[in-house]
């Protein structure tokens, strides 16, 4: 059993910064892919980015990219992603999430297994 806690969301206003922590206990295997997503009321939940643990490679959607940047520290088994330049249509429940997904849907939020519960982050125009 792996469980995540995420940390880290609050309210921002636009062109803000913030930090999101995902720290993983429990049982962890050496190959696996975090993955954050959020979730907008009333839209479907999205991919924002994911690493490899393994290897560290890493991915993102199109709108992260440039401000987004996901990185991890194996020692404290915690994935973090760091957001610049924030902007309001990025406010949502944000998840940490684990799995092992193929490469090809690794941005398919049904590939993985694990959850946090959520931590909202607020953007204000």
């Known amino acids: 059993q792996v469980q995540l806690v995420e940390s880290g969301g609050g309210l921002v206003q636009a062109g803000g910064s913030l930090r999101l922590s995902c720290a993983a206990s429990?049982?962890?295997?050496?190959?696996?892919?975090m993955g954050w997503f959020r979730q907008a009321p009333g839209k479907e939940r999205e991919f924002v980015a994911a690493i490899s643990w393994n290897n560290g490679n890493t991915y993102y959607t199109d709108s992260a990219k440039g401000r987004f940047t996901i990185s991890r520290d194996s020692a404290k088994n915690t994935v973090y992603l760091q957001m610049n330049s924030l902007k309001p249509e990025d406010t949502a429940v944000y998840y940490c999430?684990?799995?092992?997904?193929?490469?090809?849907?690794?941005?398919?939020?049904?590939?993985?297994?694990?959850w946090g519960q959520g931590t909202q982050v607020t953007v204000s125009s």
């Open positions: 429990g049982r962890t295997f050496s190959r696996y892919a």
């Open positions: 999430s684990a799995g092992y997904p193929p490469l090809t849907f690794i941005r398919d939020y049904v590939q993985y297994v694990y």
